[in-house]
C-alpha cells in the first residue's frame, strides 16, 4: 500500500473511530490527514470504495496488534495466548480508535450489503491466518477452536469497551478458554 493511501485510511479509522459513520466523508478524511481537497477521493471515488479501503487496513492493523513488528506468534498455546491477549490489550488502548472503527463498520454493513462481500473477504484472510496458527499449536478442532476464540475475543473486546475491568489479564483468562478446549500443544494429525 502506497504511503498517501495509508496515511488516508489511518486517517479515515481515526475519523470512524472517533465520530462515528457521520464523519467519514471524502473531505473529512483529505482534512484529517493533512492533505489537499481531493486526496481521497483520487484514491477512493466512492464511500463504499473507502469503507472497503478501511476494512483493508483495519485487518493489516489488527494483525499487527496481535502479532507486534516481527509478524509471527509463537504456534503454542502459550503463543496464542500472549498474541490475543497483545491484541485485546491494544485494542482497548493505543489502537481504540481502529477498534471503535471497526464496530461501527460492522454495524454499517449489517445495515449496507453491499459491504458483505468485501468485509467477508477481509474475514476470510483473517480466519485462514489464524486457522492455520491454531492448528500448529495443537488444537484438536480447529475449526470449531476458530469460531469459539474468535467470538470470546470479540465479546471480551466489546465487553471491556463498555465496562473496562481494572485489572484485566486478557491472556491469561484466553489461556484458560485454550486449556478448556483442550489444546496438545503441539500440532495434532
Known amino acids: 500500500m502506497n504511503d498517501r493511501r495509508t ?3 489511518d486517517a479515515a479509522l481515526e475519523l470512524v473511530g472517533t465520530q462515528g459513520m457521520r464523519g467519514l466523508t471524502h473531505r ?3 482534512a484529517a490527514a493533512g492533505l489537499p481537497p481531493g486526496s481521497t477521493s483520487n484514491h ?3 464511500r463504499e ?15 499487527a496488534m496481535a502479532t507486534g513488528p516481527r509478524d509471527e506468534v509463537d504456534p503454542t498455546p502459550e503463543g496464542v495466548a500472549a498474541a490475543l491477549g497483545r491484541f485485546v490489550d491494544r485494542a482497548l488502548g493505543p489502537d481504540r480508535m481502529v477498534t471503535l472503527a471497526r464496530y461501527a463498520i460492522l454495524v454499517e454493513t449489517a445495515q449496507h450489503p453491499e459491504l458483505r462481500e468485501g468485509m467477508a473477504a477481509g474475514a476470510d484472510r483473517v480466519d485462514t491466518w489464524t486457522l492455520d496458527l491454531i492448528t500448529r499449536a495443537g488444537s484438536r478442532s480447529p475449526d470449531r477452536d476458530l469460531g469459539l476464540l474468535a467470538n470470546y475475543v470479540t465479546g471480551l473486546v466489546l465487553h471491556e469497551l463498555a ?16 486449556d478448556t478446549l ?6 495434532t494429525s
Open 7 to 9: 496515511l488516508l485510511l
Open 28 to 30: 473529512a478524511v483529505d
Open 44 to 46: 477512493f471515488r466512492t
Open 49 to 63: 470504495a473507502l469503507l472497503l479501503g478501511i476494512v483493508e487496513r483495519f485487518i493489516v492493523r489488527e494483525r
Open 163 to 178: 465496562l473496562p475491568s481494572p485489572d484485566l489479564d486478557a491472556a491469561a483468562r484466553i489461556r484458560r478458554v485454550i
Open 182 to 187: 483442550g489444546w496438545t500443544g503441539r500440532a
